[in-house]
């Protein structure tokens, strides 16, 4: 089989050895954080202690170069040390989380405004399989579809599926250092699937994602905008925490289904926004019933009215229920969202309606 480009350099490394400890650096965890793109670019972090060569990030790097498929190098130096304590403080304890809101931090980021983006919106679950992604899409395209000018940027880091989607996968080219997204369905998009191999694990800390998410925000030609779709990976984790402290978001979309696991996670979502004082635009339930093919009658396959009872609880309006539909999981496979492929189907009809709703009370919201 043949070796990836991850591989490759994996294999040089292990070749390589450290002056001081005189192991091969990837067996002594000197090398964290190894990215690469599909052309070849490659952005590593070496740990160094006192005393270490500071030739060897130069002889690290050239090494690197000689691999086949490599096109340029980027070696990060960071202190072994403050890594190590960093990460033990880390790990040392959970944190718990009171009734009140947490004091924002001094040191937090003050959230920057691009106004060529318009309205930006975060579409997010508290768990994964709900159909985020499905919703992200064609929103975004139903948008496109009413004449607004709509970016969908993939921030789900970890399991990035808007180039599958969308019907697009390649390197986006740079110019005069902007990166020029790609363009599908009358939507432009970015996503780190666009930068790195298919096979590649994603496998970034933190402070990776929040580079990558405040990259693909502020250096990427986006033009002006009307909405800017943010698809967001499951659960509460750093992505939407970057993201909240990058950028001013208009609002939150929650996807959940109507199984009551779902809607407990999806609960959970709800309160991160509002805690960080996000609004809530509203509740979205996929997968709410089969429809027979034959004869249209609906069969709740996972339960029925948990989005509903969701949105009363928490005083939301539910903006739509998504049929389950099978064109609806090949259009997702084939790169051509429902809405566009299939219009009068169902599932199209209730996510262009979703989408009507979200453009007014956007509008709604601008007005007050």
Known sequence: MTQTLQGRIQEALSKLRHPRTGKDVVTSE??????????????????????????????MRQTLEKVDGVTEVTVDVADASAFESNRKSASRALPVMNQQPAKPATSAPTPVSYPNLGKVIAVSSGKGGVGKSTVSVNLAVALAKAGKRVGLMDADVYGPNIPLMMGKNEPPMVINEKIIPLEAHGVKLISIGFLIDRDQPAIWRGPIIMKIITQFLRDVAWGQLDYFIVDLPPGTGDAQLTLVQATQLAGAIIVTTPQEVSVGD??????????????????????SWFECPHCGKPTPLFGSGGGERLAKELELPLLGQI?????????????????????????ARALTAIAERVDERMGAAAVR
């Open 323 to 347: 049929p389950l539909y099978q064109r609806v999981m090949e259009g997702g496979d084939t790169g051509k969202p429902i809405v566009a492929a299939d219009p009068e189907s169902s599932a």
């Open 30 to 59: 000197a090398v964290r954080d190894i990215a690469t793109t599909t052309s070849g670019k490659v952005r590593l972090t070496l740990l160094v202690s006192p005393g270490d060569d500071p030739e060897f990030a130069r002889l």
């Open 266 to 287: 999806a609960l959970r979502g709800v309160k991160m926004f509002e805690r960080v004082s996000i609004p809530v635009i509203g509740i979205v339930e996929n997968m």
